[in-house]
């Protein structure tokens, strides 16, 4: 009498589930790689903050030679900040991308409960019936034996 639970689509909901954990892998991987590109990008902009300007006592070789060193900083930066836009618009679309699998596994998740519940309810029933059955079958029994 008793039956088990099956989901007739519980291979849909486990691809859904794979296709969720490995957009969750590609925003983490995303997420690492613009934080990586800031910290690269600060540690620029603090190596152009150090360097600028003149300090007394520094001969004129040394100072072309910075200038040379600032403008490849200036140059990295901006190579930075563009690369960070690119990683942030990326992160964004990874972001939803993650939404939007998470809804479709939540989709198919709670279709499966639905399921569930009404297979727990018609296996109440089942056995409500059973039960007022055999009730039948003894009082039927009681009525005949009393007479």
Do not use: W
């Not at 079958?137 to 007479?147: I, T």
């Amino acid at each position: 009498m008793a039956q088990r639970y099956k989901f007739r689509l519980q291979k849909l909901l486990e691809l859904r589930e794979e296709k969720e954990e490995e957009s969750k892998r590609l925003f983490s991987k995303s997420q690492n790689d613009k934080i990586k590109v800031e910290t690269e990008l600060n540690n620029l902009k603090e190596n152009y903050e150090n360097y600028k300007g003149i300090r007394p006592g520094e001969d004129v070789i040394y100072q072309k030679i910075k200038r040379n060193y600032l403008f490849a900083l200036e140059g990295g930066i901006k190579v930075k900040e563009k690369e960070l836009i690119l990683k942030e618009q990326e992160l964004e679309f990874r972001r939803k991308d993650l939404k939007e699998k998470q809804v479709d596994r939540k989709t198919v998740e709670t279709l499966k409960e639905k399921e569930y519940s009404s297979f727990i309810k018609e296996q109440d029933r089942l056995e409500q019936i059973d039960i007022d059955e055999f009730a039948l079958y003894a009082y039927m029994r009681a009525l005949k034996g009393g007479e």
